[in-house]
C-alpha cells in the first residue's frame, strides 16, 4: 500500500509570491491534515479535512487555506509570501471509523523556502 | 486549550542504556488519546507508541514504553537498550476530537 505522498518536496520562493502544496493519502484514509513544522516551535495544526469539508482549523492567518477533492486528495495555499513561512509543511492522513487507532500517517514534507 | 510541553530540547544516551523522555500535557478533557511520534533525520514522522487515556496501564511496544500519570498530565517515554537507529527527533501530541496538538520536540542523539 503506497504511503502519504506530498508534492512538491522542496520549493523555493519569494516574499509576497504563492503557493500550493499537494498530498495524496493512504488508500482509503479519508481524514487529511497539515501541518507546519519549524525548529523550535514542533508541529503547528493548520487544518483538517474530512471528505471534502474542513472539519478542524488552527490559529493561522487567512492566507492559509486548503481543500479536500473527492478522491481524498489536499491541497494548501499559501498566498502573499512571508520570510516566516519558510518551514516543512507536513501532511498526514487517518482512517476514520472501525479500525480508527487514532495514528497520524505522515508524508515526507514539503520544505517550503522563502527569499 | 490543550498544550503540550517538551521540556527537554536535546538529550544525548549511549549506545545499550537507557533514556527518558518527558511530555506534560494540559487539558480540561478526561477522554484523549496520547502518542510519541519519532521523527528520523530527513526521514518522514512514525508512531511509536499509543496510550488511550481511558486505560489505566502503560502501553509498552519492544524497547518503547510509556509512564503515563493522568493526574499529573504526564506521559514519559522510555527507550530501553538504545540503539543507533534510535537517533531522531521524538515528538509528543495529545489528541481529542481529531484534533492534535505536538510538543516542540526533543531531540534524541544515540552515541555509539
Known amino acids: 500500500k503506497a504511503g502519504v505522498t506530498q508534492t512538491p518536496r522542496y520549493l523555493i520562493k519569494t516574499r509576497g509570491q504563492q503557493v500550493t502544496l499537494s498530498c495524496s493519502p493512504i488508500?482509503?484514509?479519508?481524514?487529511v491534515s497539515w501541518y507546519q513544522q519549524t525548529p523550535g516551535q514542533g508541529l503547528q495544526f493548520l487544518f483538517e479535512?474530512?471528505?471534502?469539508?474542513?472539519?478542524n482549523k488552527g490559529n493561522f492567518p487567512g492566507r492559509f487555506s486548503g481543500r479536500q477533492f473527492s478522491n481524498s486528495r489536499s491541497e494548501m495555499n499559501v498566498s502573499t509570501l512571508e520570510l516566516g513561512d519558510s518551514a516543512l509543511y507536513l501532511c498526514?492522513?487517518?482512517?476514520?471509523?472501525?479500525?480508527?487507532?487514532?495514528?497520524?500517517?505522515f508524508g515526507e514534507g514539503s520544505r517550503l523556502t522563502v527569499l | 486549550a490543550q498544550t503540550v510541553t517538551q521540556s527537554q530540547p536535546e538529550m544525548s544516551v549511549q549506545e545499550a542504556e537507557t533514556v527518558t523522555l518527558s511530555c506534560t500535557y494540559d487539558?480540561?478533557?478526561?477522554?484523549?488519546?496520547l502518542f510519541w511520534y519519532k521523527q528520523p533525520p530527513s526521514r518522514q514522522m512514525i508512531l511509536v507508541i499509543r496510550?488511550?487515556?481511558?486505560?489505566?496501564q502503560n502501553a509498552t511496544e519492544n524497547r518503547f514504553s510509556v509512564n503515563f500519570q493522568k493526574a499529573a498530565k504526564s506521559f514519559s517515554l522510555k527507550i530501553s537498550d538504545s540503539q543507533l537507529g534510535d537517533t531522531a527527533m521524538y515528538f509528543c501530541?495529545?489528541?481529542?476530537?481529531?484534533?492534535?496538538?505536538f510538543g516542540s520536540g526533543t531531540k534524541l542523539n544515540v552515541k555509539p
Open positions: 487539558t480540561s478533557e478526561n477522554n484523549y488519546y
Open positions: 501530541a495529545f489528541m481529542n476530537f481529531n484534533k492534535f496538538y
Open positions: 496510550q488511550e487515556a481511558y486505560k489505566q
Open positions: 479535512y474530512f471528505s471534502e469539508t474542513q472539519r
Open positions: 498526514a492522513s487517518s482512517l476514520e471509523g472501525t479500525g480508527n487507532t487514532g495514528e497520524l500517517f
Open positions: 488508500s482509503g484514509h479519508r481524514s
